[in-house]
């Protein structure tokens, strides 16, 4: 034990003062004759006073005194820190993003060890591993008092690059040439790099090495995928550990919201897992970022940029000329597979959901209905690629004008072509086969290679025309164009002068022509494509948190071509890099190959045992005061007085006051919750995952509704009908499941529930029963059969006639005026009864929908909204629970609103 004021000890010395006092006695009495005292000495003369007190009540009186002294002086136990820092100390932190997960326990143990090294006196210097940004180089700094380097160390936060230890060698190899010498504390990581074992050497050269790290932490990165996947695919890294880990992996939209989770598991003693997210085309383009949940930091995040998203893009199919393997979209589908959303049918159903681009082979613009629907598409902003062939070579030859019956004109060629063809050994022939000239600089194609290998023998020939070069994007050396373009409308029209297989040219067996489709496919995305030697400047970098801040001071650009085999830097810190249209992401995961656990150096320590050093002198001056308050109680309760006794029944009647009556004392036991507090239900279906988001989405519900009314709405309740008292619910959520079925008793129960004034509310979770096939999954997030399901639940049920719901119906303006009613999905009907029916006061017993509501009312523990709804996202998820409360007041209020429109003719008739 230690003292941090000793000098206080000399109040010790009043103790035998103190004992003297209240030892001491009082003077005798003056012996003196009195007459009267015979008639005194006939009254009961009252209890003498004590001439002293009791030994007990001395011991405790200068106990109370010796503790208070000791309380003054402040003791201390050292825990944890003696030994360790009792001199002037080196202390050195790894604070790169290894170290983000677990920095709250490392400033815990920080702090203790300030407070030791305050309370002995002592100072330290500051070694941090990784520099703060690119302009800071790494120094040790001076040794410091505890409080000034609190002051430094409390505001600091993890970086998001890796540390630097050959530059922390250098910086204590400077410290060794200055013959400093003292302990070290080093708080380590746990991550390996090539350059511990100089580093190690380097502490040992200070002083002996006590290291603090945390035995058994997990630490995470994301990566890029191994085999040279893209899009949402991503590799999870960790230090191997002797036991399986899971995590899960959270898909996020640049405003937050979560589209996804999908669950990781690393197998014990494995050190990475690959991860390829399966989510709707309609969803995927939106994710963000990645994130682990639970994990701190950058080394739980991975960016996307746009090199990473999926275009849709539409192959127009024709089942004469598409056959496996030789087939018109054969080498399209190879080609495009890795990189884009391939959607195939005929134009109509291509024309029928958004694309960026649509690639259409020979023959399949024939008619010029197909090509009036195309051209409306372009003109809004698509971008058509066509492919030549001998179908497109007759239909040129026949749109001539000497025709006796001509052909509308192919308006969607970039240029005029030639009538025939060009081939070897024809009129126009070549000697040989031509190779590609060097794309222009003004081409797409302009940063890519040309093999020596790729020839053309026949192709279709444009017209030769004074604007023909500004059209052509590449050519043979030659001179003839191979690809042109041109604007037409918003879009733009491109045409391969040659077939799509490999009948006229060997283009479509190279990687050549993989290139080519994706620059054009990019290009018609509006993303551009900077040149390897292009800098990209930051625009938006990672903190310690692993949240998108502004760039640290000193961030410089990085190469176009240096992205995903560069490591984070302070020059180049991890984040989001160029403009808008051409964006990259450096992300923490791009540059270490594998995560291996570091080697420990010198004595060690769990970090998470680092405690504190204990004051025990408040505890003691705390006593102190106890006794005292016993001695001064005792005081009261020997003299008797009728003021202690008042006192203490004052005292107990305010506690008896304070208690106050048993709440609920008059209710019986056995009276369910929702009989005391109004609380909406749902229909247990066993499945735990519809029952779970049913839960869930009621009690967003809930939430919303007291947030927004005067109704007071508590937790819901999952209810079985044929067991449970449907009676205290005005309004029951059922939705419905493909293997839903009903019994007898169900049935019984949930007409008397309808019939007495209770609202059943039936969701078919995104499956129209009015539209899709029994045996069809209908629309997104369906199961299929959920139409003969509903069937069978509503065998049996006193349903009214229905009719749908419209923005005239009651229940769309009984709190919102609405127009539209979506939920998780929007477009389809919601059903109801007819209005006028009299059953219930015209109240409609049932609601029938299929927009899946509850997903786009859940909300989880954490207070997140899981269920991305679709398509409106945030906008749409108001609209849903602004319908839920419509719903709610309607099921609490029944027709009020529509009673109102009476109010006039009421109010008339009491005045007459």
């Given at each position: 034990m230690m003292l941090l004021a000793p000098w206080m000890l000399p109040g010790l010395l009043a103790l035998p003062v103190v004992w003297w006092l209240l030892h001491a006695l009082p003077p005798a009495p003056r012996v003196q004759s009195f007459p009267p005292m015979a008639l005194l000495r006939t009254l009961n003369a009252p209890p003498p006073d004590a001439t002293s007190a009791?030994?007990?009540?001395?011991?405790?009186?200068?106990?109370?005194?010796?503790?208070?002294?000791?309380?003054?002086?402040?003791?201390?136990?050292?825990?944890?820190?003696?030994?360790v820092a009792d001199a002037d100390c080196l202390i050195v932190v790894d604070n790169g993003w290894a170290a983000a997960s677990t920095w709250p326990q490392r400033i815990h143990a920080l702090d203790g060890l300030l407070d030791h090294l305050s309370r002995t006196g002592h100072g330290a210097r500051l070694l941090l591993t990784a520099r703060s940004d690119a302009l800071d180089p790494m120094t040790i700094q001076p040794t410091q008092q505890a409080q000034v380097l609190r002051g430094m160390i409390d505001p600091l936060l993890p970086r998001a690059w890796p540390v630097d230890r050959v530059a922390a060698t250098h910086a204590l190899g400077q410290l060794a040439q200055q013959n400093w010498r003292g302990p070290v504390i080093y708080l380590a990581d746990g991550l390996a790099t090539p350059a511990d074992a100089a580093f190690g050497a380097a502490l040992a050269k200070i002083g002996p090495v006590h290291e603090m790290y945390l035995p058994g932490s997990d630490i995470t990165l994301l990566t890029a995928p191994g085999s040279g996947e893209n899009g949402l695919a991503t590799r999870l890294r960790a230090v191997p550990r002797p036991q399986p880990r899971t995590w899960l992996l959270r898909l996020e939209t640049a405003t937050g919201g979560t589209l996804a989770l999908v669950p990781v598991t690393l197998p014990a003693g494995g050190d990475h897992v690959d991860i390829t997210p399966d989510l709707p085309a309609e969803l995927r383009n939106k994710v963000d970022h990645l994130s682990l949940d639970g994990v701190n930091g950058p080394g739980g995040v991975r960016l996307l940029d746009e090199r990473e998203r999926q275009r849709p893009v539409g192959l127009i199919s024709s089942t004469s000329s598409d056959t496996p393997l030789m087939g018109s979209l054969f080498y399209l589908r190879r080609a495009l597979q890795p990189t884009a959303e391939l959607r195939e049918g005929d134009l109509d159903t291509l024309l029928a959901r958004p694309l960026s681009v649509i690639i259409a082979p020979d023959g399949t613009l024939g008619s010029p209905d197909s090509r009036r629907k195309v051209e409306a598409w372009v003109r809004g902003g698509g971008t058509l690629i066509r492919f030549a062939g001998p179908l497109l070579v007759q239909s040129d030859s026949s749109d001539s004008s000497a025709s006796p019956d001509p052909k509308p004109a192919d308006t969607l060629l970039p240029v005029p072509l030639m009538g025939g063809e060009r081939v070897l050994g024809g009129t126009m022939s070549w000697s040989r086969p031509e190779h590609l000239a060097p794309f222009p600089a003004t081409s797409p194609f302009h940063d890519l290679d040309i093999p020596a290998d790729v020839t053309v023998s026949r192709q279709v020939l444009a017209q030769p025309s004074t604007d023909?070069?500004?059209?052509?994007?590449?050519?043979?050396?030659?001179?003839?164009?191979?690809?042109?373009?041109?604007?037409?409308?918003?879009?733009?029209?491109?045409?391969?002068?040659?077939?799509?297989?490999?009948?006229?040219?060997?283009?479509?067996?190279?990687?050549?022509?993989?290139?080519?489709?994706?620059?054009?496919?990019?290009?018609?995305?509006?993303?551009?494509?900077?040149?390897?030697?292009?800098?990209?400047?930051?625009?938006?970098?990672?903190?310690?948190?692993?949240?998108?801040?502004?760039?640290?001071?000193?961030?410089?650009?990085?190469?176009?071509?240096?992205?995903?085999?560069?490591?984070?830097?302070?020059?180049?810190?991890?984040?989001?890099?160029?403009?808008?249209?051409?964006?990259?992401?450096?992300?923490?995961?791009?540059?270490?190959?594998?995560?291996?656990?570091?080697?420990?150096?010198?004595?060690?320590?769990?970090?998470?045992?680092?405690?504190?050093?204990?004051?025990?002198?408040?505890?003691?001056?705390?006593?102190?005061?106890?006794?005292?308050?016993?001695?001064?109680?005792?005081?009261?309760?020997?003299?008797?007085?009728?003021?202690?006794?008042?006192?203490?029944?004052?005292?107990?009647?305010?506690?008896?006051?304070?208690?106050?009556?048993?709440?609920?004392?008059?209710?019986?036991?056995?009276?369910?919750?929702?009989?005391?507090?109004?609380?909406?239900?749902?229909?247990?279906?066993?499945?735990?995952?519809?029952?779970?988001?049913?839960?869930?989405?009621?009690?967003?519900?809930s939430d919303y509704v007291n947030a927004r009314t005067s109704a007071v709405l508590g937790h819901p309740d999952g209810v079985v009908p044929e067991h449970d008292d449907l009676s205290y619910y005005p309004l029951i959520y059922w939705p419905v499941t493909a293997d839903a079925s009903t019994t007898p008793a169900r049935t019984a129960a949930l007409n008397t529930y309808m019939r007495h004034g209770g609202i059943l509310m039936i969701d078919t979770q995104g499956q129209d029963p009015a539209t899709a096939p029994d045996n069809a999954s209908g629309y997104t997030g369906s199961a299929p059969g959920t139409a003969a399901a509903l069937r069978r639940m509503t065998g049996g049920l006193d349903i009214p006639p229905l009719a749908k719901l419209d923005n005239h119906h009651v229940l769309s303006h009984t709190f919102y005026l609405l127009h539209d009613f979506p939920g998780r999905y929007d477009g389809m009907p919601v059903w109801v009864a007819q209005e006028g029916d009299s059953t219930n006061d015209g109240v409609s017993p049932v609601i029938i929908g299929s927009n899946d509501w509850a997903h786009a009312w859940a909300v989880d523990d954490s207070g997140n909204t899981p269920y991305a709804p679709v398509p409106d996202g945030a906008d749409q998820r108001v609209l849903a629970y602004r319908f839920g409360v419509n719903a709610v007041i309607y099921a609490l209020t029944g027709n009020y609103k529509a009673d109102q429109v009476h109010v006039p003719a009421l109010l008339k008739r009491l005045g007459e």
């Open positions: 009791p030994l007990w009540r001395l011991l405790l009186r200068c106990a109370a005194v010796g503790l208070l002294v000791l309380g003054l002086a402040q003791p201390i136990f050292p825990r944890g820190q003696a030994g023909l070069d500004s059209h052509s994007w590449a050519r043979l050396t030659d001179g003839t164009p191979l690809v042109t373009h041109a604007a037409l409308g918003a879009g733009q029209v491109v045409l391969f002068h040659v077939t799509s297989t490999a009948e006229w040219s060997n283009l479509p067996l190279s990687g050549l022509f993989v290139g080519m489709l994706q620059h054009l496919i990019d290009e018609a995305s509006g993303i551009e494509t900077p040149a390897g030697a292009t800098l990209l400047a930051p625009y938006m970098t990672l903190d310690g948190d692993g949240a998108l801040v502004t760039p640290p001071a000193g961030a410089q650009a990085l190469r176009a071509d240096a992205f995903g085999r560069t490591a984070p830097t302070p020059e180049h810190p991890p984040g989001l890099y160029g403009p808008r249209n051409s964006r990259r992401a450096l992300n923490p995961g791009d540059g270490p190959a594998r995560l291996v656990a570091q080697d420990t150096i010198g004595t060690t320590s769990d970090l998470r045992g680092q405690v504190p050093d204990l004051a025990i002198g408040p505890m003691l001056m705390v006593l102190a005061t106890l006794l005292l308050i016993v001695d001064g109680a005792i005081s009261v309760l020997q003299r008797g007085r009728r003021w202690g006794r008042r006192a203490t029944g004052a005292m107990l009647a305010l506690a008896c006051m304070a208690h106050g009556p048993a709440h609920g004392a008059d209710i019986p036991p056995d009276v369910p919750q929702a009989a005391l507090e109004t609380r909406l239900a749902y229909i247990v279906t066993g499945h735990a995952d519809i029952d779970d988001v049913s839960k869930e989405g009621l009690q967003g519900l």
